[in-house]
């Protein structure tokens, strides 16, 4: 009788610890089997409202400047998060995505500049800005190609600039966003004031011919034709150092081969 009470009890023990391994697996599979979906809508002029879809499944909508957070069982295949407009069901954003615990998607739409794409923020040294230029460059009725120079303010009165040289945008597609490029700062020259950034100016020229589309207008009373960055003093660079812009670009027709950069829209990001 003790003996068979020693193996009742031996199996007892066995079973025991296959039952708490049994569990401590399973809490471990439970820890790795949901992935985390956020998906940050960001605020911005004239963005529409949207409807969100997970692998063609419906998980909610948003209006700008809101964010959306859904669970959902990794199955060790690739999903897909679909962003429409909810106005019309029109797909505006989707993407394929292989989903690890913590997924997180910025999505910036706006109809005001005809941009649909998922965002990423850049790292910006504090002494630099970052810009991407959208081309809306339109010269005797067409849409153009283009390359984009960027020019600093001599003078107070803005009846000089000179070229950043080694700084270029190259073969932007109309209605199309440049890559990401970063200015430094950049103080006026001697002779005027020490305590003031130069103004950051830009110029459009043809992709493939080099000509000069879209030239400066001089003088103070056109200081924002063509103007990228204003001149800052030096108490006021945090508005322009260490930020990220969106410009963009519009010609103004004037019914020559050359016009010029009408008053741009500077969108701070």
Request: aromatic share 8%.
């Amino acid at each position: 009788m003790k003996r068979n009470n020693q193996f009742i009890f031996l199996l007892l023990h066995v079973a025991l610890l296959l039952l708490l391994q049994s569990c401590t697996k399973e809490r471990q599979v439970e820890e790795h089997e949901y992935a985390k979906i956020e998906v940050v809508y960001k605020n911005f002029d004239q963005a529409p409202d949207i409807e969100l879809e997970l692998d063609n499944g419906p998980i909610g909508s948003l209006n700008a400047g809101q964010s959306k957070t859904e669970l959902m069982i990794r199955t060790g295949e690739t999903n897909r998060l679909s962003i429409k407009r909810l106005s019309t069901g029109a797909l505006l954003l989707d993407t394929v995505f292989q989903p690890q615990q913590q997924n997180k998607f910025t999505v910036w739409i706006t109809d005001l500049l005809k941009i649909a794409a998922f965002y990423t923020q850049p790292v910006i040294s504090p002494d630099s800005t970052k810009l991407r230029v959208l081309n809306n460059t339109i010269v005797q009725g067409a849409g153009r190609k283009v390359n984009f120079k960027f020019f600093r303010q001599l003078n107070r009165t803005l009846t000089g600039f000179e070229e950043l040289a080694g700084y270029e945008l190259r073969n932007v597609e109309y209605g199309k966003l440049s890559e990401l490029i970063t200015l430094p700062k950049v103080m006026m020259p001697a002779g005027q004031p020490q305590t003031q950034t130069s103004g950051i100016y830009i110029k459009t020229y043809d992709a493939q011919t080099g000509q000069l589309l879209i030239d400066l207008k001089t003088g103070t009373t056109n200081a924002t034709y063509g103007r990228v960055l204003p001149a800052t003093s030096t108490g006021s660079l945090n508005s322009i150092l260490g930020k990220f812009f969106i410009v963009n670009v519009i010609s103004q027709e004037t019914g020559g081969s050359v016009s010029y950069v009408a008053p741009m829209s500077v969108y701070s990001m």
